[in-house]
């Protein structure tokens, strides 16, 4: 009896790639092809992935006698064309969904700009180890978009977009769209008055106690993949 390529599928890490500022482990998968031989391809799955729904995977594109020939023929590949074939399979991905970002991903990668901005303006205003009042208001400001987007990596992405949708009313988010960029703000805006954040007084006392803390947490929620 012919073996099964999915009962014979093997999974090995290739390492991690960067694609507009996300990270993406790599993955070489092989199996069993059918009539013989063995076959493979690469799948990509963001560092943050929450279910491997959100992988994405190229064609096959090996087809050699044996797992080790394929191996072989990964190894010497090269990072730039693995970074290609990630940047591929993210556009075709996108074209088969419409071009439509995943809305969650969406609000998340928006208020991480609007956080780094908002820090970028304390840093280009002085020594960070003195912040001034003006600087101090930019980080709270920036430490209450974090707490949004910390908010929205825990709910579920169809939860999120039928949340999104009750707030929003009969008025959809273009991505395109100026007019609808300033509703997906109000919408962020309203999540935010719903959250039991500390006012300002509050929140200065812990931060100048604990700056440490509060700049992991910021790292870790935007830049490492995962979530604090």
Same mark, same amino acid.
């Given at each position: 009896m012919?073996?099964?390529? =999915? ?7 290739v390492?991690?790639? %960067? ?8 993955? *070489?998968?092989?199996?069993?092809? @059918?009539?013989? #031989? ?11 992935? %929450?279910?491997?729904?959100? %992988? ?8 050699e ?12 590949? #090269?990072?730039? &064309? *693995? ?15 419409g @071009? ?17 901005? &908002? ?11 003195h ?7 930019? &980080?709270?400001?920036s430490?209450r978009l974090?707490?949004v987007a ?7 992405a169809?939860?999120? @977009?039928?949340?999104?949708?009750? &707030?929003? #009313? @009969? ?8 007019? =609808? /960029? =300033? ?10 008055? *719903?959250?039991p /954040?500390?006012?300002f007084?509050?929140? *200065?006392?812990?931060? /100048?106690?604990?700056?440490d ?13 995962r979530?604090?």
């Amino acid at each position: 009896m012919p073996v099964s390529p =999915q009962h014979n599928e093997r999974r090995r890490s290739v390492g991690f790639l %960067e694609h507009e500022g996300r990270s993406w482990a790599c993955f *070489l998968v092989t199996s069993p092809a @059918e009539g013989g #031989g063995w076959r493979g391809h690469f799948t990509f799955r963001p560092a943050d992935a %929450e279910t491997e729904a959100d %992988e994405i995977r190229t064609s096959d594109i090996f087809l050699e006698a044996g797992d080790a020939e394929i191996q072989a023929r990964s190894r010497g590949l #090269g990072r730039p &064309l *693995l970074r290609g074939l990630l940047d591929s399979a993210v556009y075709m991905r996108d074209r088969l969904q419409g @071009e439509r970002p995943e809305l969650r991903r969406w609000f998340r990668d928006r208020l991480a700009a609007d956080s780094r901005r &908002l820090q970028d303006q304390r840093d280009s205003g002085g020594p960070t180890d003195h912040p001034d009042l003006q600087q101090l208001r930019s &980080l709270y400001a920036s430490y209450r978009l974090d707490q949004v987007a910390h908010m929205i990596a825990l709910v579920r992405a169809e939860d999120f @977009e039928q949340t999104v949708a009750r &707030l929003a #009313g @009969e008025q959809t988010v273009d991505f395109d769209s100026c007019d =609808q /960029l =300033q509703l997906a703000m109000s919408v962020v805006q309203r999540i935010e008055s *719903l959250l039991p /954040l500390p006012p300002f007084e509050v929140w *200065l006392e812990d931060f /100048l106690a604990h700056r440490d803390s509060y700049q992991l947490y910021t790292h870790t929620l935007h830049q490492d993949g995962r979530l604090p």
